[in-house]
Antibody, heavy 117, light 108 residues
Framework: QLQLQESGPGLVKPSETLSLTCTVS??????????WGWIRQPPGKGLEWIGS???????YYNPSLKSRVTISVDTSKNQFSLKLTSVTAADTAMYYC?????????WGQGTLVTVSS | SSELTQDPAVSVALGQTVRITCQGD??????ASWYQQKPGQAPVLVIY???NRPSGIPDRFSGSTSGNTASLTITGAQAEDEADYYC???????????FGGGTKLTVL
């Protein structure tokens, strides 16, 4: 069974870069059928798509975050990663990674990232 | 702001049928998917590609689309269906994913 696990610092200072990694197990990130995405959810608010990547490296980003986001993939480690630069308190959220086919059918448990000095 | 619009809250009596809707122009071109999220948990896919249920999702959950509106119907709502429900699809360009603002379902 496919499992996704987010990892990274839970606390980031304002203006710094948020970095998270999603490790995929029980399946290959190089599957041609799926994209791999990041979604976030501020406390008490709704879901926001951040961006997605294909195993070849093709990326799609939320236009509202595009200038600050980079998503990359490491097929040798079966991982994909998120970098979000110049963070502010508004970036405080639960960050989820997910497998995206026709829909996001498998999600990680999420990791809470707080932006605070 | 989201390109998909959902009612913030809906309630249903136990055992009754409830419809949760999602409106957006992109739904004329792209199917909606629906996710259930309970407090403290990650979202779970319940409907995809208009009206397909992943393995393990009860058949009381169904989906439909008419024009620019997608609907999630729960026939015979159970107490465990109380949750937040999110629709998602593509935006009008087709290149980006969008989520609706979510609907909080209360089972009375």
């Amino acid at each position: 069974q496919l499992q996704l696990q987010e990892s990274g610092p839970g606390l980031v200072k304002p203006s710094e870069t948020l970095s998270l990694t999603c490790t995929v197990s029980g399946g290959s990130i190089s599957s041609s059928s799926y994209y791999w995405g990041w979604i976030r959810q501020p406390p008490g608010k709704g879901l926001e798509w951040i961006g997605s990547i294909y195993f070849s490296g093709s990326t799609y980003y939320n236009p509202s975050l595009k200038s600050r986001v980079t998503i990359s993939v490491d097929t040798s480690k079966n991982q994909f990663s998120l970098k979000l630069t110049s963070v502010t308190a508004a970036d405080t959220a639960m960050y989820y990674c997910a497998r995206q086919g026709i829909a996001a059918d498998d999600w990680g448990q999420g990791t809470l990232v707080t932006v605070s000095s | 702001s989201s390109e998909l619009t959902q009612d913030p809250a809906v309630s249903v009596a136990l055992g009754q049928t409830v419809r949760i809707t999602c409106q957006g122009d992109s739904l004329r071109s792209y199917y909606a998917s629906w996710y259930q999220q309970k407090p403290g948990q990650a979202p779970v896919l319940v409907i995809y590609a208009k009206n397909n249920r992943p393995s393990g999702i009860p058949d009381r959950f169904s989906g439909s689309t008419s024009g620019n509106t997608a609907s999630l119907t729960i026939t015979g709502a159970q107490a465990e269906d109380e949750a937040d429900y999110y629709c998602n699809s593509r935006d009008s360009s087709g290149n980006h994913v969008v989520f609706g603002g979510g609907t909080k379902l209360t089972v009375l």
